[in-house]
């Protein structure tokens, strides 16, 4: 038994030395992005850790939680917000709740709901005291001039990572989108939506709130509304950590402008740091749970 346990506390995740095994996912994982974890000491005192030991906040975590999505135990985990979330839901005001495409397919998965029946989960919501559900996801503001470079974060976490890597481009940096109604309840799958405030939890935090439920008995609710937000204007997209990389490098010898969307996790929101655990079959059956979701917007329209 290990004599030596390292907790590592951030306003945005936590490490919690006690429950890690010192399987190495989450480095294996944070080293293709910003190697804010690595091994630390020697022997049966190995643990995972940030250099020195410092807080996750000030070390080059970008809060992408993608070590959270590789962790078998729950060792590296989201700072929780459910219960100021139920809070909100207690006082009896039925907020709005806008949801993620890629939030619903992962709390299909995480739920057990049998047949991949979203309208469960939405069922499920208004359970717990949410009012109108809306089918969201944030629009891209282009801001750029035609002819000229803007880079846009899709979340704080794309932000953090240029600020890292690549300080000298941030004079080419838009704002993330962000929920302009605060009262709402954002349910996304991405935990560095966090760091911008406000009502915002993840899937795996609203399972968290769901699981009491008996989710495969009940009825199954439809959207009050579908608002996916789009762009201005054609943008160019780079995917995980190689797609903006190879972006920058255009960038840097004259081959790109325009507006570039930029999504740090691998394969997009899909797999944000706010999903369920990884697990084997787990991108089939997303891109299915996707597909229902896909045909459900394309006959609504």
Not at 70 to 82: F, K, L, N
Not at 150 to 171: G, K
Not at 238 to 259: D, P, T
């Amino acid at each position: 038994m290990r004599e030596r346990v390292v907790d590592i506390e951030g306003s945005i995740l936590r490490l919690d030395g006690g429950k890690c095994i010192v399987c190495g996912r989450c480095i294996a994982i944070c080293r293709k992005i910003t190697s804010a974890l690595d091994y630390a000491y020697r022997s049966i005192d190995t643990a995972i850790s940030t250099p020195f030991n410092v807080k996750l906040d000030e070390s080059t975590c970008i809060a992408c939680g993608q070590c959270t999505v590789y962790c078998p135990v729950g060792a590296i985990i989201e700072v929780d917000s459910t219960r100021r979330i139920k809070d909100i839901l207690g006082r009896g005001m039925r907020p709005t709740v806008c949801i993620e495409p890629e939030a619903i397919i992962g709390l299909c998965e995480a739920l057990n709901v049998k047949g991949g029946s979203y309208g469960k989960i939405l069922e499920a919501l208004k359970r717990i005291g949410c009012g109108r559900i809306i089918l969201w996801k944030p629009k891209l503001k282009v801001t750029a001039r035609r002819g000229s470079v803007e880079l846009i974060p899709y979340s704080e976490a794309e932000a953090r990572y240029i600020q890292v890597r690549h300080p000298d481009l941030l004079r080419y940096m838009a704002n993330s989108p962000i929920l302009d109604d605060r009262d709402s309840i954002w349910i996304t799958p991405c935990l560095a939506r966090k760091i911008g405030g406000g009502n915002i939890i993840t899937v795996r935090e609203t399972a968290r709130l769901l699981t009491p439920l008996d989710i495969n008995s009940l009825p199954e609710a439809d959207f009050d509304e579908i608002k996916l937000g789009g762009v201005d204007r054609e943008v160019v997209k780079a995917v995980g950590v190689e797609g903006i990389e190879r972006v920058i490098r255009k960038m840097r010898s004259e081959k790109v402008e325009g507006s570039v969307a930029l999504y740090v996790c691998p394969d997009g929101c899909l797999y944000g740091g706010g999903q369920p655990y990884m697990e084997l079959y787990t991108k089939i059956k997303r891109e299915e749970i996707l597909a229902q979701i896909r045909n459900k917007i394309e006959t609504t329209e």
